[in-house]
C-alpha cells in the first residue's frame, strides 16, 4: 500500500511564505517525476511545479522566481519552498508521484493567502 503524506499548508498573509512536505510510503520503486499541482474552486486542477529523479524542474509561469521545488530521494519526499504568495495562490494543493507503471496522488493540503 502506497502512501503519500502531505503537510505545511495553512493561512497565511499575502507576501509569506510557506513550506510543503510530501513523504512517500510502502512499496514504491524507481520514482521517477514528483509534483505538486492545486486546484481552487471552480477550477481545473494544473501543474504548479515537477522536479525529475535527476533533479530537472518544471514551473508554471505564474510561479516562477516564487516558488523552488526540491526532493530528497533517499526519504522519497518532495518539498514546495513558496515565497511571495499571493492570494491568487489559494488553492488545495496535491502532490504527485509518478513511479514505474504507477501514478500516485496525496490528499491535498490547504494553502489560503490572505490579502
Known amino acids: 500500500q502506497v502512501q503519500l503524506v502531505e503537510s505545511g499548508g495553512g493561512l497565511v498573509q499575502a507576501g509569506g511564505s510557506l513550506r510543503l512536505s510530501c513523504a512517500a510510503s510502502g512499496r514504491i520503486f524507481s520514482i521517477n517525476v514528483m509534483g505538486w499541482y492545486r486546484q481552487a474552486p471552480g477550477k481545473q486542477r494544473e501543474l504548479v511545479a515537477t522536479?525529475?529523479?535527476?533533479?530537472?524542474?518544471n514551473y508554471a509561469d505564474s510561479v516562477k522566481g516564487r516558488f523552488t521545488i526540491s526532493r530528497d530521494n533517499a526519504k522519497k519526499t518532495v518539498y514546495l519552498q513558496m515565497n511571495s504568495l499571493k492570494p491568487e495562490d489559494t488553492a488545495g494543493y496535491y502532490c504527485n508521484v509518478q513511479a514505474v507503471r504507477a501514478d500516485y496522488w496525496g490528499q491535498g493540503t490547504q494553502v489560503t493567502v490572505s490579502s
Open positions: 522536479i525529475t529523479s535527476g533533479g530537472s524542474t
